[in-house]
């Protein structure tokens, strides 16, 4: 399962599904250390992962996409 980091807020952070979009809100503590607003994170094995790549890839979609907009 994949999901985005949607904010942080004090010992909690607010995931969305990829997928399904839905939320879910998890202790900071069981994630990876600087996680932040944007990462895209994979749960496998009870484990959370930072995607960096994937992450990085989607930073430069929302970037370009923002651009276009104000053109």
């Known amino acids: 399962m994949r999901y985005i980091v949607d904010r942080i807020e004090e010992d909690k952070v607010v995931l ?38 994937e992450t990085l890839n989607r930073t430069e979609f929302m970037k370009n996409r923002f651009n276009n907009l104000k053109k």
């Open 16 to 53: 969305e599904g990829r997928v399904n979009k839905r939320q879910k809100v998890v202790d900071l503590n069981l994630l990876p250390r600087g996680i932040k607003e944007g990462d895209i994170l994979s749960y496998k094995k009870q484990t959370y992962t930072i995607l960096t790549e």
